[in-house]
């Protein structure tokens, strides 16, 4: 059955693009030099945040127990959704633009972690 929208849709050219391109990536393939940058980056912040989770809970517990427990639920929520929407992106879920705020999460969980880092290793010296 050939109806109006059939012929509406041959029209804009809307079938063959979507049957010539079902089996394209949705984005495009990434260079070789931005994948070893995301992978790159995703271990540096893995160690950085998975050691200023330990420090959280080894240095100066016996203070602030409440303070370090806040902040280290904040690290890990904050790593969660970084790496989901590290993961939804890989996928295809996420529309490119969407890099740039996957950057700047990975940037300010980075900077967080170094703030922990100098807060702890301040509570260290008291």
Known sequence: MYNETDSLRDDLGVRDSISS???APL?????????YLQWALAIFTIVLAGTTL???CTVGTEHNIGLHV???L????LTITTFILALWYEEGD???KFLYILYSQ?????????????????????
């Open 74 to 77: 904040t690290l890990i929520g």
């Open 54 to 56: 330990i420090i959280a």
């Open 27 to 35: 984005f495009g393939e990434a260079n070789p030099q931005t994948r």
């Open 94 to 96: 996420l529309h490119p």
């Open 21 to 23: 391109n079902i089996s």
């Open 106 to 126: 990975t940037i300010l969980l980075l900077m967080f972690s170094i703030l922990l880092f100098i807060y702890f290793g301040m509570e260290k010296k008291r």
């Open 70 to 72: 806040f902040m280290s």
